[in-house]
């Protein structure tokens, strides 16, 4: 593996999570993102996530303003990508704006880069054309909290290069994570087949009027023994995606209970800045949660 300077492009609440986890462990990051709106919440976004290092991981000051310090900002693709050894893709969960973004890098991406999607539901050979550099091409998925929650989920299609994926693989584990190779394309990858079918069934009981997020959860902590429900899940993932998903699924399949449940997403939530914990509300408000408060799981 001969990676030094990885840029992540899309700076949303994983990829500024990318970010940071691969500066903490001693990478040049390049952020790219699509402008300096974009860039100015990029910062914030990222620079929030060095007390959460220092409460979960027992990093030092120093240690965090390092990792900091090693990453760059940029809304120019050429710039953020000039002398990139991996890009790490983490643009919205659209089919259309992923496409043409690879279609932009290919332009300007050096020959040695290798690009990773970190889709959470769409497979690398939907895009392995458009990136240009098919046998450079492989997927790199994270789950949400990536300091704590390490797991990276390595997926090859038909075309990937096995020393590309075998360097992915090495990758993965110089940044801290727990490497989980596939050896086949799966919709979801492993962590997202078992996940995403828990979530949407939580969300089609909401929409069904069936029961209220708090009661849903309780449902499934009680039973289960699971720290979190699935909205407190979909509250850390981000709503946006959330939406996105069920957009697509929509538009995929026609089924008007996911059209409902975009809508819902999209009246109830988004419209109204409640995206999830890292804008301090989402189905919870935040900080201190009603399911992290005593008595939540017997009341």
């Not at 990029?42 to 390092?66: F, S």
């Not at 994926?165 to 990758?171: A, G, P, V």
Request: aromatic letters at 10%.
């Amino acid at each position: 593996m001969d990676f030094k300077n990885i840029t992540v492009a899309g700076s949303g609440v994983l990829g500024s999570q990318i970010a940071f986890q691969t500066a903490f462990k001693g990478f040049h990051v390049t952020v790219y993102d699509i402008n300096d709106d974009a860039i100015a919440r990029a910062k914030d976004r990222i620079a929030n996530l060095k007390p959460r290092y220092q409460e979960d991981l027992g990093a030092t000051e120093q240690e965090v303003d390092t990792a900091y310090n090693r990453i760059s900002f940029y809304s120019d693709l050429a710039k953020a990508v000039e002398d990139a050894d991996l890009v790490i893709e983490a643009v919205p969960e659209v089919v259309q704006i992923k496409t043409d973004f690879y279609k932009k890098l290919r332009k300007v991406a050096p020959e040695k880069t290798v690009f990773a999607t970190n889709s959470s539901t769409l497979l690398p050979s939907q895009f392995a054309e458009a990136t240009g550099r098919p046998e450079k091409f492989l997927a790199l998925h994270f789950a949400n909290e990536i300091w704590v929650n390490n797991t990276a989920e390595i997926m090859k299609h038909q075309g990937t290069d096995p020393d590309v994926f075998n360097d992915l693989i090495e990758f993965a584990g110089a940044i801290g994570m727990v490497a989980l190779p596939l050896q086949k394309e799966q919709p979801g990858y492993i962590l997202n087949s078992l996940l995403v079918p828990l979530l949407e069934a939580a969300q089609l009981l909401l929409v069904k009027e069936v029961s209220d997020p708090a009661t849903i959860d309780k449902t499934w902590m009680i039973a289960t023994g699971s720290p979190k429900g699935p909205f407190a899940i979909l509250d850390i993932v981000g709503i946006t995606t959330a939406y996105n998903i069920a957009q697509g699924k929509a538009e995929a399949t026609g089924n008007e209970k996911f059209k409902q449940l975009a809508e819902l997403l999209k009246t109830k939530y988004i419209d109204k800045g409640k995206l999830g914990r890292e804008t301090g509300e989402g189905f919870y408000t935040y900080p201190n949660p009603e399911y992290e408060k005593p008595g939540f799981l017997k009341s």
